[in-house]
């Protein structure tokens, strides 16, 4: 069933109007803020937004499990194929790579053409890059065409996490705006927790005593060629499921419906070049793109080369794939949550983001206090039920904090285009990754728990003190009360 509502409202209207562009704090020319005739708005909302929302989260899901396919299985990597543990976080480190040199063409691409064509070609990536992950090669030579796999999947990541909010707006209606942004966005970020399910479900760990620090390959053959057969097996199921959702993408994706959902996303966005220039000026937007990347991007990063961080701690292999699994399930559980809350209680984004930034401060403390026994007290000393509860904790902060800064970041931006915001933000967010990343190539992988605790720390008070509540969407969205017409037709 499709509800249709016809809705009269001026939009962009000039400068003694409510809702023009600098009545929203956006310092533009007179004559891209001049009045237009009234217009006519009919909103809709159609079943397929649940397909759309699906099958895009499905394409997240996966994009984010091939980009953490190394990382859970980093010690039988090292045992089949030599990799060493530069190698595995090198591989991790392709997706900010990539994002950072892609973000702005995609940007331009999905401000110009919409989402369609930049998903079906980034699904069409994705599923390239699978493939050549399979061919029967030696290892020395498919080492490359890794590399060349993990290349492809970080450029789809341009698109994977950057339409949530355009997506949510083109389609949903406002009461349901955030759910359908954490939905779409956290299965990506479930994607990377649920690549230290499905690798070890397909690929066994070798020998105890073989180290992933180690630059050959095991001595054993028997146990080499078992965990290099799970590995294919592994490259095969990737590449099979990245090619269904190519196809079902290419299938049926349109770029938004008929009729827009709501009067703001109706309404017209500032030209691209326009918007990003006028982002310049908006503190609040600043604010929350920088803090929000510091401490998503930078965790981005840590959980990157997470089962390399935890060995130190004496965590195996595969208890630390358990544990990433984890925080990921929990995390994206109450960012669900987190979602509806904004939805129902619309107006305090600002203040969950800061409660998640302030349990995750104490929450790097307490990490980096069990590896280092400042506090050898019981419940602060090094124990399995510390390690799993604080990392729980962690990914709940990291995850359930996405969709709120990508919303929170588009209403700030408005009426710039959510796919230039959330492409900004994003693009911040990887290049704090990658530094992250960067950092543990010639360091030792602790300094990253002392850089996540410096992140968020930071970004308390800049995120108290320098960000206000943006509204902007939502005034357009309360004038539907009172500019209805009271003719609401279900078809």
């Given at each position: 069933?499709?509800?249709?509502?016809?809705?009269?409202?001026?939009?962009?209207?000039?400068?003694?109007?409510?809702?023009?562009?600098?009545?929203?704090?956006?310092?533009?020319?007179?004559?891209?803020?001049?009045?237009?005739?009234?217009?006519?708005?009919?909103?809709?909302?159609?079943?397929?937004?649940?397909?759309?929302?699906?099958?895009?989260?499905?394409?997240?899901?996966?994009?984010?499990?091939?980009?953490?396919?190394?990382?859970?299985?980093?010690?039988?990597?090292?045992?089949?194929?030599?990799?060493?543990?530069?190698?595995?976080?090198?591989?991790?480190?392709?997706?900010?790579?990539?994002?950072?040199?892609?973000?702005?063409?995609?940007?331009?691409?999905?401000?110009?053409?919409?989402?369609?064509?930049?998903?079906?070609?980034?699904?069409?990536?994705?599923?390239?890059?699978?493939?050549?992950?399979?061919?029967?090669?030696?290892?020395?030579?498919?080492?490359?065409?890794?590399?060349?796999?993990?290349?492809?999947?970080?450029?789809?990541?341009?698109?994977?996490?950057?339409?949530?909010?355009?997506?949510?707006?083109?389609?949903?209606?406002?009461?349901?705006?955030?759910?359908?942004?954490?939905?779409?966005?956290?299965?990506?970020?479930?994607?990377?927790?649920?690549?230290?399910?499905?690798?070890?479900?397909?690929?066994?760990?070798?020998?105890?005593?073989?180290?992933?620090?180690?630059?050959?390959?095991?001595?054993?053959?028997?146990?080499?060629?078992?965990?290099?057969?799970?590995?294919?097996?592994?490259?095969?199921?990737?590449f099979g499921v990245s090619t269904l959702i190519f196809v079902s993408l290419l299938a049926y994706f349109p770029s938004h419906p008929p009729k827009p959902p709501s009067l703001s996303a109706g309404t017209k966005r500032m030209d691209f070049l326009a918007g990003i220039k006028g982002l310049r000026h908006q503190q609040t937007f600043l604010i929350v793109a920088f803090t929000f990347s510091l401490v998503v991007g930078g965790a981005s990063g840590w959980i990157g080369a997470f089962n390399v961080i935890l060995e130190p701690l004496g965590v195996s292999q595969d208890e630390g794939a358990n544990i990433g699994f984890f925080m990921s399930l929990c995390g994206c559980a109450v960012g669900l949550v987190m979602g509806w809350l904004a939805d129902k209680f619309k107006g305090h984004i600002k203040l969950l983001l800061l409660v998640l930034f302030v349990v995750g401060f104490f929450s790097y403390l307490y990490f980096i206090n069990m590896s280092l026994g400042w506090i050898r007290v019981p419940g602060f000393e090094k124990s399995k039920?510390?390690?799993?509860?604080?990392?729980?904790?962690?990914?709940?902060?990291?995850?359930?904090?996405?969709?709120?800064?990508?919303?929170?970041?588009?209403?700030?931006?408005?009426?710039?285009?959510?796919?230039?915001?959330?492409?900004?933000?994003?693009?911040?967010?990887?290049?704090?990754?990658?530094?992250?990343?960067?950092?543990?190539?010639?360091?030792?992988?602790?300094?990253?728990?002392?850089?996540?605790?410096?992140?968020?720390?930071?970004?308390?008070?800049?995120?108290?003190?320098?960000?206000?509540?943006?509204?902007?969407?939502?005034?357009?969205?309360?004038?539907?009360?009172?500019?209805?017409?009271?003719?609401?037709?279900?078809?």
């Open positions: 069933m499709t509800d249709i509502r016809v809705e009269e409202k001026r939009l962009l209207l000039g400068d003694n109007e409510e809702n023009s562009y600098k009545s929203l704090g956006f310092p533009v020319n007179e004559e891209d803020d001049q009045e237009v005739p009234t217009t006519h708005i009919e909103t809709a909302k159609y079943i397929s937004r649940w397909y759309i929302c699906v099958i895009f989260s499905l394409f997240g899901l996966m994009q984010g499990a091939i980009w953490n396919t190394w990382s859970p299985i980093n010690e039988s990597a090292a045992c089949a194929l030599g990799l060493t543990s530069s190698d595995i976080e090198l591989l991790a480190n392709w997706g900010p790579i990539m994002f950072l040199i892609f973000m702005p063409i995609v940007m331009w691409e999905m401000d110009r053409k919409g989402l369609r064509l930049p998903s079906v070609i980034s699904s069409f990536a994705v599923a390239l890059g699978t493939g050549l992950r399979c061919l029967p090669l030696a290892p020395n030579v498919l080492k490359y065409f890794i590399h060349a796999g993990q290349l492809l999947n970080g450029i789809a990541g341009c698109c994977v996490m950057a339409a949530p909010p355009m997506l949510s707006n083109s389609w949903f209606p406002p009461e349901e705006r955030v759910t359908a942004t954490s939905i779409t966005s956290l299965l990506n970020y479930f994607g990377t927790g649920f690549g230290y399910i499905i690798g070890p479900a397909f690929v066994k760990q070798p020998s105890a005593n073989y180290s992933s620090n180690d630059s050959v390959f095991c001595h054993d053959l028997h146990e080499r060629e078992s965990i290099r057969h799970g590995i294919s097996n592994l490259m095969y199921f990737e039920a510390g390690i799993w509860t604080v990392c729980i904790i962690i990914g709940i902060t990291i995850n359930a904090a996405v969709p709120l800064g990508m919303e929170m970041g588009a209403d700030a931006a408005y009426p710039t285009s959510e796919a230039t915001s959330a492409s900004i933000i994003v693009w911040l967010f990887n290049l704090f990754s990658f530094i992250l990343l960067f950092v543990l190539q010639f360091s030792d992988p602790s300094i990253s728990n002392y850089l996540m605790l410096s992140f968020t720390g930071v970004s308390i008070p800049l995120m108290m003190f320098f960000a206000k509540e943006p509204r902007n969407r939502i005034r357009i969205d309360e004038g539907e009360v009172t500019n209805q017409l009271d003719n609401t037709v279900e078809t």
